[in-house]
């Protein structure tokens, strides 16, 4: 059985935020690299988070697939009770037991 991890949320660091006009071109390369970071790790974040979904809708797939395979054994297995059950009432037990009393 398969057993699935949480997925760990972690905090992507937020971008300062400061008016943007006093910043020196520098200052604004720095920001953008800081934002850029922000968002790869939003985008990691988020990649993991389908990951694991699609992972867990596969496992239910697979569960769900093998409770159908187990109610039609059930059924089937309920049909052979119910032929054993005609097979051996009645009229039926008669004819049996003089079918195997007469080999």
Request: net charge negative.
């Amino acid at each position: 059985m398969k057993h699935f991890n949480r997925i760990k949320y972690e905090k992507a660091p937020k971008p300062p935020l400061e008016n943007i006009d006093e910043l020196d071109p520098e200052m604004l390369v720095s920001k953008l690299a800081q934002v850029l970071e922000c968002n790869q790790a939003y985008k990691d974040l988020l990649d993991h988070a389908h990951s694991v979904i699609d992972t867990q809708a596969e496992y239910i797939e697979n569960r769900d697939q093998q409770l159908k395979d187990a109610l039609e054994l059930n059924a089937i297995n309920d049909q052979r009770l119910m032929n054993y059950e005609t097979l051996i009432s009645g009229k039926q037990w008669d004819a049996l037991y003089f079918v195997l009393k007469g080999r």
